[in-house]
């Protein structure tokens, strides 16, 4: 009627069933606990107690550490996402404060200077090798002229060379057709700077008699209609007296970092053709 195997797994249940009563009703009794069969009980039911147990706790020890890790993974995903957005904010602080900084050194530059100014912000660069030029944010609406100069604080970046209604492009003072005319502040030997294409410029038609040394500061002279007198345009580098000819050659380095150009001032004045004419 049942098979073989059915035989063996009911003998086994109901001998297991024997056993648990034995132990649970019988165990009761202390007096009776030594008695054989509870001994026999005890050795045959303990081993599956046992085994039981383990993979009881082993199968709550997985779960526990599966959830312990399901929400330790959504902590650490939720401060892997506070920590971004606070690197973020972190970045943005400081991209802001250093353009307050910049900014008040272009408003206490201002202050320095006379003359009507507006502050541009630099929008684009020409990506050619040959022509060093930048576009600013503003044009003839904010009253921004062909030829008005454009400077920093740390000296003279160029000039208006074209002009939208909102936007203009600067001739920098690299370029190398830019041109300022300028004096050695100690000895105020007089010469034409020359953009030298890179990050140099040429002082040229400076007499080899006139005095000037490495380390010499150069500065606009205010005689070619455009640059207003006085302003730093950078320190000499090379000076080289050949011994035939009339000129030094002279090597000027800008103190504008003309890479690093985000902000610029253009001075609002009226251009003068005529040199000889004193600006106001």
Not at 64 to 70: A, E, G, S, T
Not at 219 to 234: C, E, H, N, Q
Not at 239 to 265: H, M, N, S, Y
């Amino acid at each position: 009627m049942f098979s073989k195997k059915t035989v063996v797994i009911l003998g086994l249940f109901f001998f297991m069933a024997a056993n648990i009563f034995l132990l649970t009703f019988v165990g009761r009794n202390r007096t009776t606990s030594s008695f054989l069969p509870y001994r026999v009980a005890l050795s045959v039911i303990a081993p599956f107690q046992e085994i039981t147990t383990r993979w009881i706790r082993f199968n709550k020890d997985i779960w526990h550490h599966y959830f312990y890790l399901v929400s330790a993974a959504g902590e650490n995903n939720q401060l892997k996402s506070i920590i971004s957005d606070n690197e973020a904010k972190l970045n943005k602080y400081e991209e802001l404060t250093l353009a307050n900084q910049r900014l008040r050194r272009l408003l206490d530059f201002k202050q320095t200077l006379d003359r009507p100014m507006v502050a541009a912000e630099v929008i684009g660069k020409d990506p050619s090798p040959w022509f060093k030029t930048v576009v600013i944010d503003k044009g003839k609406a904010d009253g921004v002229e062909k030829g008005y100069p454009v400077v920093m604080p740390q000296g003279i970046a160029g000039q208006i060379i074209d002009v939208s209604k909102r936007h203009a492009k600067a001739l920098l003072l690299v370029d190398r057709n830019s041109a300022v005319d300028a004096l050695v502040q100690r000895s105020r030997a007089r010469g034409i700077i020359k953009g030298g294409g890179t990050e140099h410029c040429k002082f040229e038609y400076l007499l080899r008699k006139h005095d000037i040394k490495v380390d010499d500061i150069i500065i606009s002279s205010g005689l070619d209609g455009v640059y207003p007198k006085g302003l730093a345009i950078g320190k000499v580098t090379i000076v080289d007296r050949p011994p035939a000819g009339v000129f030094q050659r002279v090597t000027v380095v800008p103190f504008i970092d003309f890479e690093k150009l985000e902000e610029v001032i253009v001075i609002l004045q009226p251009v003068h053709p005529d040199p000889g004419i004193r600006m106001r």
